[in-house]
Structures are given as C-alpha cells and as structure tokens.
C-alpha cells in the first residue's frame, strides 16, 4: 500500500523567508500527486496538480515539484507571508485505485 | 469552478442516532469520496463512488453506509451513532481517476 511522508511535522518561519515542505512517497505507480492547503477547521484547498508525466507546476508564489524515480515531490513557498500559515497536505493518486493517499501534513507558521 | 458543498458545517448527535451527511457536487464528476479527519490519524477513506448506485469500502467503512442515487450527491450515513465517529468528515469529487479532486468545506460532527 501506498505511504506517503511528510516532513517536517511542523515548521516555523519569520516572514518573508523561503522554504520547501517535502513529501515522499513508496509507490511510484502513480497518477498524479496533489498539494492542499489547510486552514483550521476548514476544508481542503487545492494548490498544485502535477500529473505523473510532469516535473513542476508553478503557481504565484508556490512551485511544487515531482520526482517519481526518487519517491520525492517538494512544495516551494517564495517570500513567505503571514497568510500563509495553515497546514499542507501532500496526497497522491496511486494507479492502483481510486481514491488519493494523504501525507500527515506540515503544520507551518509565518510570524511577522 | 467546481463546487462541492456539504450541507452542515456543524452537527451536534446523540448516541444512538441515525445521522446523514450530505454532499453535492455541480461539474458532473464521476467520482465522490468520504474522507473523516482526526488529529495524529490524518485523512482516512471511509466509502467512494465511481458511479450512480456503485460505492467501495474505504479503509475504515464501519459502522457507516452510503448512498449515491443521484450523480451530483453522496450521502454519508451513522446508522447508530458513537461517541467514537466524533470527527471531521470531509467530502470530495474528481473528473476520473487522473484528474485533481475537490473537496467540501467540512462538516465537524460531535456525537455526545
């Protein structure tokens, strides 16, 4: 079955740096892996779709990646905001079945 | 954009209860899930659908059912109500299988 890993757990910031939030994955088999954002008690937002044949999709600030032979996609946030300090899922679509396959989460906090 | 909207974002339910969670989605997806949300667990699948009147086990579908007789709506159903369902349960959509999914805003269920 499919893993998926996020680290780190947690991470805090002072605004205005950059930084990457890692998620690996044990079954590269995949349709296409998926980068949510979540606020406290809300739902999930989608940030970032990059399908398995893809290397990198770019949003705004966000560019995630994806490297299917190492098991590896990474979240990049440039010049970090207050705004943006939620908790990040990482989920994958495993060819296998259906339904997407959660990370933990990266809980981040920009201070000002 | 898709829309997918969950009835309740807050439900309060005694033991005991029958209790319906109720999803819909506008852009004519095939695919519909249940995901519950609980803290260190992350998101665990309880049923989805891949067409009218089809539903799968997810990874923890006791003590829930579910019905899709319509293709824009998912219910999810507590037949008996516990104290152990208090969760987050979140609902989502996607095109098939390798397109990104869109979820709902969350419904919080406290059973007491």
């Known amino acids: 079955k499919q893993e998926v890993t996020q680290i780190p757990a947690a991470l805090s910031v002072p605004e205005g740096e950059n930084l990457v939030l890692n998620c690996s994955f044990t079954?590269?088999?995949?349709?296409?892996l998926q980068w949510f954002r979540q606020d406290p008690g809300k739902g999930l937002t989608s940030l970032l779709l990059?399908?398995?044949?893809?290397r990198e999709q770019t949003s705004g600030r966000l560019n995630a990646s994806l490297d299917k032979s190492s098991g590896r996609s990474t979240l990049y946030i440039a010049a970090s905001q207050p705004g943006d300090s939620a908790t990040y899922l990482c989920?994958?679509?495993?060819?296998?079945?259906?339904?997407?396959?959660f990370g933990k989460g990266t809980s981040l906090l920009v201070t000002p | 954009d898709v829309k997918v909207t969950q009835s309740s974002r807050y439900l309060v339910k005694r033991t005991g209860e029958k209790v319906f969670l109720e999803c819909v989605q506008d852009?004519?997806?095939?695919?519909m899930f249940w995901y519950r949300q609980d803290p260190g667990l992350g998101l665990r699948l309880i049923y989805f659908?891949?067409?009218?009147?089809?539903?799968e086990k997810g990874d923890i579908p006791e003590g829930y059912s579910v019905s899709r007789e319509k293709k824009e709506r998912f219910s999810l159903i507590l037949e008996s109500a516990s104290t152990n369902q208090t969760s987050m349960y979140l609902c989502?959509?996607?095109?098939?299988?390798?397109?990104?999914?869109?979820f709902g805003s969350g419904t919080r269920l406290t059973v007491v």
């Open positions: 079954d590269s088999a995949i349709y296409n």
């Open positions: 852009m004519d997806h095939e695919n």
């Open positions: 659908s891949y067409d009218v009147k089809m539903k």
């Open positions: 989502a959509s996607s095109l098939t299988g390798a397109h990104g999914y869109t």
């Open positions: 990059i399908q398995s044949s893809q």
């Open positions: 989920a994958l679509n495993s060819n296998s079945g259906y339904a997407l396959n």
